[in-house]
């Protein structure tokens, strides 16, 4: 039965460790494309505001 809590205590590490990666790749990304948005020519920029 302690295995068993140790084996729950794993699965639950795992599974914020792939929320945590998820949503890095997701703040990421809209970095990404901020700093595209920003490299762009203005009027460019205006537009999407």
Do not use: W
């Amino acid at each position: 039965q302690h295995g068993l809590g140790r084996d729950e205590v794993d699965r639950r590490a795992d599974g914020g460790r792939a929320c945590y990666e998820f949503y890095f790749g997701v703040i990421r990304s809209y970095l990404k494309n901020t700093l595209s948005l920003l490299k762009m020519p203005t009027p460019i920029i205006l537009r999407y505001f």
